[in-house]
């Protein structure tokens, strides 16, 4: 049983090689934004209870999200093992998880900031299908329109230069201590993440002896 945490600044590519590596190694990718977007869709308690705190221009609370996590976690679906995405952010939470929960590794993709900021001010999301793009990497053939259904391609409503400083700051002051943590521990493994997406994952699946089978 394979358990990892992959952690980064948003706009390193996360997401995209926890879903490789759970459909490469048949672990389950659990992704805390996404059982958060689910509960704000839903309008349940803890929805309401995330908007708050995003409306607020705070991260979600430290009892909110390891409650999320634990629940998730005690579903114990993942057979073979798990990768979490979007956990932890705080020291609190790597504390939290270290005290119950033994982990393989931590794979922290490391990007500067200048990068960060040019990947992010360049994502746009289709008007009509939602389909993602980057101007950076994924551009569509017809400028400012979607190649599948022709809308109009438009930039996400917080991807702007004043939130991104924001989440920028919360990453460097509260995130980046959680990752000391687990250097401590000795369970830290750091990635480029700057190159391509293929080159990044062979350089996590070559770090944590995966690359093999």
């Known amino acids: 049983m394979r358990k990892y945490v992959i952690m980064g600044v948003q706009g390193s590519g996360k997401g995209t090689q926890a879903r490789r590596l759970a459909a490469d190694f048949e672990l389950e990718h659990i992704e805390v934004g996404d059982i958060f977007r689910w509960n704000v869709q839903h309008h349940t308690k803890l929805g309401a209870r995330v908007r708050r705190d995003i409306g607020a221009g705070e991260l979600v609370g430290d009892d909110v999200v390891e409650q999320v996590v634990r629940d998730r976690l005690e579903a114990h679906d993942w057979n073979y093992g798990f990768v979490i995405d979007g956990f932890p952010r705080t020291v609190r939470q790597a504390e939290f998880f270290l005290e119950r929960y033994d982990i393989d590794a931590v794979i922290h993709l490391v990007m500067p900031d200048a990068e960060v900021e040019a990947r992010i001010m360049a994502r746009r999301v289709c008007s009509e299908c939602g389909l993602d793009y980057n101007l950076m990497s994924h551009r569509p053939d017809v400028d400012g329109r979607c190649d599948v259904c022709g809308g109009q391609l438009v930039a996400r409503n917080d991807d702007t230069p004043d939130a991104l400083a924001q989440r920028l700051r919360d990453y460097h002051e509260r995130t980046e201590?959680?990752?000391?943590?687990?250097?401590?521990?000795?369970?830290?493994?750091?990635?480029?993440?700057?190159?391509?997406?293929?080159?990044?994952?062979?350089?996590?699946?070559?770090?944590?002896?995966?690359?093999?089978?």
């Open 177 to 213: 201590p959680a990752l000391e943590l687990f250097a401590a521990k000795e369970q830290l493994v750091e990635i480029d993440a700057t190159r391509s997406k293929d080159d990044v994952y062979d350089a996590i699946t070559s770090q944590l002896g995966l690359a093999n089978g």
